[in-house]
């Protein structure tokens, strides 16, 4: 996969910043393709803490930043969102905790959002925000339901405070049924509550999360995201696993989880879309369904990440240059994928989804000049082992296959 630094880009200089001329690069290209942008993603980057196991641009302890955040996204927005044509269906907020916001900041980044897309002509059919359950007050409530948000996504991720505190989250697990309850009274009935499993150091560890999937499902969630837990590069959690100080939770425990969360999921009637997300019909996430089926979404916020037909960018991923700019924010890296990558990239994308990847896609995929072949020698062993399996001329992950879908979507790409 071609990894072009962002003064590699063709398109004549706008800015002497390269990054600057990057963001413009997608953002023309948005306009004159018709680009279609589906999504927009805003990444709040404030948390009152930093979890052991989190490797997001997150930051703790400079909470006085918090308003000039708001006023830079804002202005970033205007840079950007009085481009796209009609279309945007989604907003996603996420971070970071974007309700540790203060209400003031909030409010006016809601509204301020708001405006430039009512501007626009655009018409949202979900609004996210991401929640920790003790930043949820009656009047954040208020305040989300009132700027245009009608799904709030809940970090409980175990309501047992022994995983809590392995994974170094320090919110008080009865505050997530309260933020629920707050969040509906508000009139928000979307929510979706976030869960990680395979904690490590736990007792009874297959006990632990079958009721805490049980204890999420008494609060009727319209979505459910479970994670199995993930030792990222760099964050502590990962070095206390590289010092011994923690041992995994063994792949067997792990495979029945992951086991037990799809069997117990579907009888409580919800549909399992992709290899982590259930939701009851009709309530599947309409802006992660854009990653996965490789649609043209658009970045705000430091760190945030992009897509515009096959060009994948990030803004930069520190606080004081993103801050200190105007406009267009400097970006860090760009991708542009090839043919063979595009190709590939959907594959690997859609495998995720229990809906798989159309037949016509996979042709492509293998017949790709680079990988083609290489990909379709992994795939009809993968299909003999009984990993993949065609289904109504898509090809899919088998029960089986979903136990080990990153190796086997590893392998594909
Ligand atoms: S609250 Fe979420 S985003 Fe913030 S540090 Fe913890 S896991 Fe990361």
Same mark, same amino acid.
């Not at 011994?244 to 009888?267: D, H, K």
């Given at each position: 996969?071609?990894?072009?630094?962002?003064?590699?880009?063709?398109?004549?200089?706008?800015? *002497?910043?390269?990054?600057?001329?990057?963001?413009?690069?997608?953002?023309?290209? #948005?306009?004159?393709?018709?680009?279609?942008?589906?999504?927009?993603?805003? !990444?709040?980057?404030?948390?009152?803490?930093?979890?052991?196991?989190?490797?997001?641009?997150?930051?703790?302890?400079?909470?006085?930043?918090?308003?000039?955040?708001?006023?830079?996204?804002?202005?970033?927005?205007?840079?950007? /969102?009085?481009?796209?044509? @009609?279309? #945007?269906?989604?907003?996603? $907020?996420?971070?970071?905790?974007?309700?540790?916001?203060? $209400?003031? =900041?909030?409010?006016?980044?809601?509204?301020?959002?708001?405006?430039?897309?009512?501007?626009?002509? !655009?018409?949202?059919?979900?609004?996210?925000?991401?929640?920790?359950?003790?930043?949820?007050?009656?009047? #954040?409530?208020? @305040?989300?339901?009132?700027?245009?948000?009608?799904?709030?996504?809940? %970090?409980?991720?175990?309501? !047992?405070?022994? *995983?809590?505190?392995?994974?170094?989250?320090?919110?008080?697990?009865?505050?997530?049924?309260?933020?629920?309850? /707050?969040?509906?009274?508000? %009139?928000?009935?979307?929510?979706?509550?976030?869960?990680?499993?395979?904690?490590?150091?736990?007792?009874?560890?297959?006990?632990?999360?079958? =009721?805490?999937?049980?204890?999420?499902?008494?609060?009727?969630? =319209?979505? /459910?995201?479970?994670?199995?837990?993930?030792? +990222?590069?760099?964050?502590?959690?990962?070095?206390?696993?590289?010092? &011994?100080? $923690?041992?995994?939770?063994?792949?067997?425990?792990?495979?029945?989880?992951?086991?037990?969360?799809?069997?117990?999921?579907?009888?409580?009637?919800?549909?399992?879309?992709?290899?982590?997300?259930?939701?009851?019909?009709?309530?599947?996430?309409?802006?992660?369904?854009?990653?996965?089926?490789? +649609?043209?979404?658009?970045?705000? &916020?430091?760190?945030?990440?992009?897509?515009?037909?096959?060009?994948?960018?990030?803004? @930069?991923?520190?606080? &004081?240059?993103?801050?200190?700019?105007? %406009?267009?924010?400097?970006?860090?890296?760009?991708?542009?994928?090839?043919?063979?990558?595009?190709?590939?990239?959907?594959?690997?994308? %859609?495998?995720?989804?229990?809906?798989?990847?159309?037949?016509?896609?996979? +042709?492509?995929?293998?017949?790709?000049?680079?990988?083609?072949?290489?990909?379709? #020698?992994?795939?009809?062993?993968?299909?003999?082992?009984?990993?993949?399996?065609?289904?109504?001329?898509?090809?899919?992950? *088998?029960?089986?296959?979903?136990?080990?879908?990153?190796?086997? $979507?590893?392998?594909?790409?």
């Amino acid at each position: 996969m071609p990894h072009l630094n962002v003064l590699d880009d063709s398109s004549p200089p706008e800015d *002497s910043r390269a990054g600057t001329l990057t963001a413009a690069a997608a953002l023309r290209e #948005v306009s004159s393709v018709g680009g279609g942008i589906k999504g927009i993603y805003v !990444h709040v980057p404030f948390c009152a803490h930093r979890c052991h196991y989190c490797d997001f641009f997150t930051i703790a302890g400079r909470d006085e930043q918090r308003a000039d955040y708001v006023a830079r996204l804002l202005n970033e927005a205007q840079a950007a /969102l009085p481009k796209f044509p @009609v279309g #945007v269906r989604t907003v996603f $907020i996420g971070g970071g905790t974007p309700t540790h916001l203060p $209400i003031d =900041s909030l409010e006016a980044l809601l509204s301020g959002l708001g405006s430039l897309l009512r501007a626009g002509g !655009h018409t949202i059919e979900e609004w996210t925000i991401e929640a920790n359950p003790d930043t949820v007050t009656p009047d #954040v409530a208020a @305040v989300l339901a009132a700027g245009g948000v009608n799904r709030v996504s809940i %970090g409980a991720q175990s309501f !047992h405070e022994g *995983s809590l505190a392995a994974l170094e989250r320090n919110h008080d697990p009865s505050n997530v049924s309260r933020a629920v309850e /707050l969040v509906r009274a508000a %009139g928000i009935s979307d929510v979706s509550i976030d869960l990680i499993f395979a904690v490590p150091g736990q007792p009874e560890p297959l006990e632990l999360w079958r =009721s805490d999937v049980d204890e999420a499902l008494a609060l009727d969630p =319209s979505h /459910l995201s479970c994670y199995n837990l993930s030792y +990222e590069l760099g964050t502590p959690l990962r070095r206390r696993l590289d010092t &011994g100080a $923690i041992e995994r939770v063994s792949n067997e425990i792990e495979a029945e989880m992951y086991e037990f969360t799809i069997e117990r999921l579907a009888a409580a009637g919800y549909e399992q879309y992709e290899v982590s997300n259930w939701a009851r019909p009709g309530r599947r996430c309409l802006h992660n369904l854009l990653y996965w089926r490789n +649609e043209n979404w658009w970045p705000l &916020g430091p760190s945030g990440s992009g897509h515009v037909n096959g060009r994948r960018w990030r803004n @930069v991923p520190r606080l &004081g240059p993103w801050l200190q700019g105007s %406009g267009l924010p400097p970006v860090d890296t760009v991708e542009q994928l090839d043919i063979d990558g595009q190709l590939g990239e959907r594959l690997m994308l %859609g495998l995720r989804l229990n809906e798989g990847v159309p037949r016509a896609v996979v +042709e492509a995929a293998l017949s790709a000049p680079s990988r083609g072949e290489a990909r379709r #020698v992994t795939l009809d062993e993968a299909i003999q082992k009984g990993l993949l399996a065609w289904h109504q001329d898509h090809l899919v992950l *088998s029960p089986s296959g979903l136990l080990i879908a990153d190796a086997i $979507i590893g392998d594909l790409l």
